[in-house]
Nanobody, 122 residues
Framework: QVQLVESGGGLVQAGGSLRLSCAAS????????MGWFRQAPGKEREFVAR????????YYADSVKGRFTITRDNAKNTVVLQMNSLKPEDTAVYYC???????????????WGQGTQVTVAS
């Protein structure tokens, strides 16, 4: 069992930066692949980034590649999404997710946080 709590969302101007954090409970955090997804109003939840259990491999959606960075600290049970050069189209609720397998599909993730709102003003 893993419980996830996101923080760090907010309102930012286009071109600005935000840092989202996800704190996980449980002693098995280091065995999970961690992902970030987002969902804008009226749209399906979409993959943003994921990091393997070791932290050695990261994967990104094309829309955020070069602007977002996902990292994890297994000693602190946290995963961070650093978001730079934000655009209005990045506005969404951002969710942290965990699963034992590596996937870009939301349906494959068993554990989810409650989400944090990110709003990018033009």
């Amino acid at each position: 069992q893993v419980q996830l709590v996101e923080s760090g969302g907010g309102l930012v101007q286009a071109g600005g930066s935000l840092r989202l954090s996800c704190a996980a409970s449980g002693r098995t955090f280091s065995t999970f692949v961690m992902g970030w997804f987002r969902q804008a109003p009226g749209k399906e939840r979409e993959f943003v980034a994921r990091v393997t259990s070791s932290g050695l491999r990261t994967y990104y959606a094309d829309s955020v590649k070069g602007r977002f960075t996902i990292t994890r600290d297994n000693a602190k049970n946290t995963v961070v999404l650093q978001m730079n050069s934000l655009k209005p189209e990045d506005t969404a609720v951002y969710y942290c997710a965990a699963d034992l397998g590596s996937s870009q599909y939301a349906a494959n993730y068993r554990y989810w946080g409650q989400g944090t709102q990110v709003t990018v003003a033009s």
